[in-house]
């Protein structure tokens, strides 16, 4: 038989995080299976679902690259099949017609309780309808137990007694969540519910609708809930939560995918796994049940490492948006200058969390506008050696033909060693004079990439600017 599980958001809100680590168990599960990911939208609460919505998760989805092979299918568009499959299941006597009308002061559980219309003799039934009231269509809740296989949770029992006579169509002709899910399950021959654990006390009132439709009923999965550090429901206050906006904080999406599969289940070390190696390991099965917790500083490191592991011609489309939002992007960068541009990404790369980490960094070398920090300029430039001898240091550099990062090593060291001082005190001060940084990569691979004329103009700027404050 082959494996078709479906991912089935309300299109009420963005692609939550918990959301997404749903939407990835159940496509890695299907393409560890060689089975069918369905994508199907729960939009029959249809003052609360959008379009828009609908289309960013979509686009979360394809960002996070989790395809799907059918749909999406709207429930809107199926009213009429779930009104059928309540009709037939009246018809068959697994549910019934109801006539209450729902009472303010009392809460929807005691209102279900209170429902005899199973009861209702035709005479009454037609007194009702003739009256033009409401009716909704309930399910009738044998007695008994029930008892069903969780594969995260292992054997789930519950009383039936417990279960009131749940409604299947609401009074305004459209399903609960109960009907349209069933039906929809059985509908699109669907071998494995891997949803989050909030469903699972509904899951029984959805196999009594599954066996009374005669239908099989699919192995069911439900996973934790993510939690934050401190061990508390997710929410706002523990960071980003929706898909998209880790994409708009510069992550990539292959590091979200690992970040969402390890926070509870291990492949292994842990590392950046490629899409492949994820699908090939990927088993649902206790050891993928732990309860997942959402730590920043993790993705932190996973994007790093991600940033770092690849090639800078892959980094460039992401780092081209991310220039573009601070316009410092110009199209030369993609093209007589790409190979330049290549070594400065391969230069700045191993030491970004996100993809905007680039953007302050590569700043100097774009643009003659970036800032010089201000606690940088104090701790290296105050030296009173350096009026005196950086001047030297730029003749040296201007007598060079090729301005290689050896040969510039060579020189500096050199100036360094002819007038007593530590090659430190260049290094330090130039790399906040052209970087405008306390840190930054091999100063001499930064020197060649800036050119010998930017690197000459910037340290003459600031000898200039010092003596002007001089006088
Ligand atoms: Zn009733």
Redesign the pocket.
Known sequence: MMVRVRFAPSPTGHLHIGAARTALYNWLFARHHKGQFILRIEDTDVSRSSQKMTAGITKALQWLGLEWDEGPIYQSKRVPLYRQKAEQLVRQGHAYE???SPDKKQTSKQWESR?Q?FNLTQEEAKKYKDQGRSKAIRFKVPKGELCFQDIFHGEVTTKLDNIENFVLLRGDGLPTYHLSVVVDDIDQQITHVIRGDDHISNTPKQILVYKALEAPIPCFAHQSLILGKDKKKLSKRHGETSVLEFHDKGYLPLAVVNFLVQMSWSPGEERIYSLDELKDKFELDKRSSGHPVFDLDKLDWLNGQLISQMKAKELLPYVERELERADLWRDELAQEQKTWFLRVIDLLKPRNKRISDFTPRARPFLSSDYPIKREAADKYLNDERLPALLPKLARDFKQMDRFTEEQIEEVLRSRAEKEGVKAALFIHALRVIVLGMKVSPGIFEVLELMGKKRTLRRMEAYLTNRLAQKC
């Open positions: 109801c006539y209450c429902c219309c």
